[in-house]
């Protein structure tokens, strides 16, 4: 049932009928929201399916090749170097949901592409980088639009509910998806996990289509230059008295902190010398412990000294992640990703959440620019050399290091003066 046309800002006020009231599920109140966030949940199952088939496909093609799967992450990040910027500055100038239904649609081509690729047997090394540098830059412009729509579905209080709901749905998915695709591998081959995937971005157009726009925030569109108004953003957030030390040690995270997509399919070739039925087992390890996260910080509802939140769940990341370096049997690494998991949800949804509360409306596309930035950029770029790395030293080795490196560099932001700073003047972090 739609919610109470009463409304406030243009959000609706009233909780629907028969909707929960759990402060873990409170932004499922509203009608907008629960309807794109059933989308993306179908959809998120889909994308973690052909995150599978990828790395596997990359690694298949590459005779176990970290450098080369590196290699994908690092083009994916110069897509997102490239556009990112700009698709926040569109988000905040157009119409999102239209925008969407272009990106979403621009993905379901591309996914159908590299499936019929696989199925018909050409699929080289070198076709995967130009579809995943194609997909890099559509996500560009969908990412900091689809943040910024859900921003404007639910109250500023409702916010970082919303947020750890949304991330609930991406990593929650990570306990299916890999399960699927280990079978659908086994069974049908990487074609299967592809064109599956292709069919769940469907999902996410019909949410789009049911939107109720009456009760979506109106927001003033962005004037001015596309890149002269994503430099504004960035002034903005560089004077701001919490974002710049919390997403300084995001960043350093991203960038020195190798992705899970990186480390599990190579720990599971090298180390444990199994095959996609682990890999699965482990990806879902990983979800479990996102959807943990994502709840425990989303029952938190809207909490002061969400910087301190952030900065101290990057610390127990690393200790996690060394954990899972340190690690050389499966009942080892498996709870040791389930908290890598946990503590990366708690310091990506605060992050974000920072990051849209402490922006301008109208700032909020390009603000989750940065947040893609971050997150699709900055990530693969590491994942380079971190390759590169494991390759040198070797997998154990390499993943120590890291996370001893992201250690000291959130100590080093948290002790850097200034940056931690009176109660007074950090209202609302």
């Known amino acids: 049932m739609p919610a109470s046309s009463s409304s406030e800002g243009g959000l609706p006020v009233a909780p629907a009928a028969g909707s929960t009231g759990m402060p873990a599920y409170r932004a499922l109140r509203y009608r907008n929201f629960r309807l794109l966030w059933g989308g993306l949940a179908f959809s998120a199952v889909g994308t973690w399916m052909a995150i599978v088939a990828q790395s596997l ?28 910027p700009l698709g926040g500055s569109v988000a905040d100038r157009f119409d999102k949901r239209r925008l969407l239904y272009l990106t979403q649609g621009l993905m379901i081509v591309l996914t159908v592409v590299l499936g019929v ?27 900091p639009a689809r943040n910024a729509l859900i921003a404007s579905l639910v109250p500023k209080d409702a916010l970082m509910n919303a947020i750890s709901l949304q991330s609930a749905v991406f990593n929650g998915a990570a306990l299916l998806g890999p399960a699927l695709a280990g079978v659908t591998l086994s069974h049908l081959g990487y074609p299967a996990n592809f064109f599956l995937n292709a069919a769940s971005f469907v999902a996410v157009l019909a949410a789009l289509f049911f939107l109720n726009m009456d009760d979506v925030e109106a927001i003033p569109r962005s004037q001015g230059g596309l890149l002269r108004s994503a430099v504004e953003a960035l002034r903005f957030i560089r004077r701001d008295a919490v974002l710049p030390s919390v997403v300084s040690a995001y960043s350093a995270l991203m960038f020195l902190g190798p992705s899970v997509i990186l480390m599990v399919p190579l720990f599971t070739r090298q180390v444990l010398r199994q095959g996609p039925t682990e890999l699965g087992l482990l990806f879902s390890a990983i979800g479990a412990g996102a959807v943990v996260g994502a709840f425990a910080v989303a029952s938190l509802g809207n909490p002061q000294h969400k910087d301190r939140l952030a900065l101290g769940s990057m610390l127990l990341w690393t200790v996690a992640l060394a954990v899972f370096g340190s690690s050389d049997r499966l009942w080892m690494a498996v709870p040791a990703l389930f908290f890598l998991g946990v503590t990366q949800n708690a310091a990506g949804a605060t992050t974000m959440t920072l990051l849209q509360t402490r922006v301008p409306p109208e700032m909020r596309g390009r603000a989750m620019s940065l947040n893609t930035l971050l997150m699709m950029c900055v990530r693969p770029l590491g994942d380079f050399p971190a390759g590169a790395v494991m390759g040198w030293l070797g997998f154990r080795e390499a993943v120590l290091v890291s996370a001893g490196l992201v250690c000291a560099a959130v100590l080093a932001v948290i002790a850097i003066p200034g940056s931690r700073l009176p109660n007074r003047d950090r209202k609302g972090a």
């Not at 992450?73 to 897509?79: D, H, K, P, R, T």
């Open 57 to 84: 496909l990359v690694l298949d093609l590459t005779h176990g090749s970290a450098i080369h799967l590196g290699a994908v992450s690092l083009v994916q990040a110069i897509a997102f170097l490239l556009f990112a």
């Open 117 to 143: 690729l696989t199925a018909t047997g050409v699929i080289r090394f070198w076709m995967i980088p130009l579809v995943v540098f194609a997909a890099g830059a559509t996500l560009s412009f969908d990412q």
